[in-house]
Nanobody, 129 residues
Framework: QVQLLESGGGSVPPGGFLRLSCSVS????????MGWFRRRPGEEREAVAS????????FYSGSVEGRFTISQDIAKNTVYLQMNNLIPEDTAEYYC??????????????????????WGRGTQVTVST
């Protein structure tokens, strides 16, 4: 059974940084796509970044591009999200997700959040003074 375990959330002031990690276990092969979603208070879940594991190509939402960086460690089957210059609007529960079939680009099936996405339990990120 595929399991995802996130870590690295926390509380930081505006302008601060955090690095989220997500390790994937239980898979019989590597995911095609790995990425991060978030749910801000009172809002729907949204994709923020994804990565095609084949060549490491990253994709970002407009709200985080230039501030967040997604990367992978293939040997550890882990995906990271480096979040710099955090702003209060980044406050959310962040979820790791992987998919073994779907395209990874912005607007593709992975970014819709299903039906082939596997999910972690989430990690809270709070940006406030």
């Amino acid at each position: 059974q595929v399991q995802l375990l996130e870590s690295g959330g926390g509380s930081v002031p505006p302008g601060g940084f955090l690095r989220l990690s997500c390790s994937v276990s239980g898979a019989t092969r590597s995911p095609n796509c790995m990425g991060w979603f978030r749910r801000r208070p009172g809002e729907e879940r949204e994709a923020v970044a994804s990565l095609f594991t084949g060549d490491g190509s990253p994709f970002y939402s407009g709200s985080v591009e230039g501030r967040f960086t997604i990367s992978q460690d293939i040997a550890k089957n882990t995906v990271y999200l480096q979040m710099n210059n955090l702003i209060p609007e980044d406050t959310a529960e962040y979820y790791c997700s992987v998919d073994f079939y779907s395209s990874c680009g912005v607007g593709g099936r992975f970014w819709t959040g299903g039906p082939f996405n596997f999910w972690g339990r989430g990690t809270q990120v709070t940006v406030s003074t």
